[in-house]
């Protein structure tokens, strides 16, 4: 390697569809992290100064100030964090077994603000830096057929919007993503909602807030917000038979 990155750009998910994207696209002259779990594919990203491959485990909440120091003690000061890892889990299994809402809520809800803590405490003291949360659109109103996924993303976007309340004037910049359906490993075999989405569409939209900048949250497409806001008024009697 010859010279120094622009930026060290970190994926927490290293192996996710939409975490590889976005790393593709802002490789180009930067330090790339991709923190997964061990063993497994080494997935390539065209473009960078550098990849850098961290083994990461996201469930492992007391680890995660570690893994972090270890990123920066090698890569230097993160500068974008990507966090891109999840479950769906299995909703079905959920209703009757409360092992399985654990393992959805710990992954989707506790482990992220975890991660996010850790990460927002050091760029604070920097006084610089981007967080990138994922949040989706069933977290916006929660629907019976995944109302266990979607109460675990409906508790972080909640945490997420007042982590970048409090963070506002800091230096560090939270970005809120809120896809709808897309299409990809996590859903396969799933019929696709209305106004899905590819991570290659879901990548682009996030790249384009972090280099230009913009309001706290990205709705993916942008038309979800809408119809979300009026998801909220509709009555509760039609909202229960609402299909995924």
Same mark, same amino acid.
């Given at each position: 390697?010859?010279?120094?990155?622009?930026?060290?750009?970190?994926?927490?998910?290293?192996?996710?569809?939409?975490?590889?994207?976005?790393?593709?696209?802002?490789?180009?002259?930067?330090?790339?992290?991709?923190?997964?779990?061990?063993?497994?594919?080494?997935?390539?990203?065209?473009? +960078?100064?550098?990849?850098?491959?961290?083994?990461?485990?996201?469930?492992?909440?007391?680890?995660?100030?570690?893994?972090?120091?270890?990123?920066?003690?090698?890569?230097?000061?993160?500068?974008?964090?990507?966090?891109?890892?999840?479950?769906?889990?299995?909703?079905?299994?959920?209703?009757?077994?409360?092992?399985?809402?654990?393992?959805?809520?710990?992954?989707?809800?506790?482990?992220?603000?975890?991660?996010?803590?850790?990460?927002?405490?050091?760029?604070?003291?920097?006084?610089?830096?981007?967080?990138?949360?994922?949040?989706?659109?069933?977290?916006?109103?929660?629907?019976?057929?995944?109302?266990?996924?979607?109460?675990?993303?409906?508790?972080?976007?909640?945490? +997420?919007?007042?982590?970048?309340?409090?963070?506002?004037?800091?230096?560090?910049?939270?970005?809120?993503?809120?896809?709808?359906?897309?299409?990809?490993?996590?859903?396969?075999?799933?019929?696709?909602?209305?106004?899905?989405?590819?991570?290659?569409?879901?990548?682009? +939209?996030?790249?384009?807030?972090?280099?230009?900048?913009?309001?706290?949250?990205?709705?993916?497409?942008?038309?979800?917000?809408?119809?979300?806001?009026?998801?909220?008024?509709?009555?509760?009697?039609?909202?229960?038979?609402?299909?995924?």
């Amino acid at each position: 390697m010859t010279g120094s990155p622009t930026s060290v750009v970190a994926i927490f998910g290293g192996r996710s569809e939409i975490g590889l994207e976005i790393a593709n696209r802002l490789a180009a002259g930067n330090l790339v992290v991709l923190a997964s779990r061990p063993g497994g594919e080494r997935p390539e990203v065209a473009d +960078a100064e550098r990849v850098l491959h961290v083994d990461f485990d996201a469930d492992d909440v007391a680890g995660h100030a570690a893994v972090v120091e270890r990123i920066e003690a090698e890569a230097g000061p993160i500068d974008i964090a990507v966090l891109t890892f999840g479950v769906l889990g299995n909703q079905k299994l959920a209703e009757t077994d409360a092992a399985e809402v654990v393992r959805i809520v710990h992954t989707d809800f506790t482990a992220q603000a975890s991660l996010l803590t850790v990460l927002a405490d050091r760029m604070r003291s920097r006084a610089s830096g981007t967080l990138v949360a994922f949040s989706s659109v069933a977290g916006q109103r929660v629907r019976r057929p995944n109302y266990v996924y979607g109460s675990a993303k409906a508790g972080l976007d909640g945490f +997420a919007s007042g982590m970048a309340d409090a963070l506002h004037g800091s230096g560090v910049d939270l970005v809120i993503a809120r896809p709808g359906f897309v299409i990809g490993r996590m859903t396969e075999g799933m019929s696709p909602a209305p106004f899905s989405s590819t991570p290659d569409q879901v990548a682009e +939209a996030v790249v384009k807030r972090i280099r230009e900048g913009g309001p706290v949250e990205v709705w993916i497409p942008w038309q979800l917000r809408v119809l979300c806001f009026v998801a909220r008024f509709a009555p509760l009697a039609i909202w229960r038979r609402m299909p995924r």
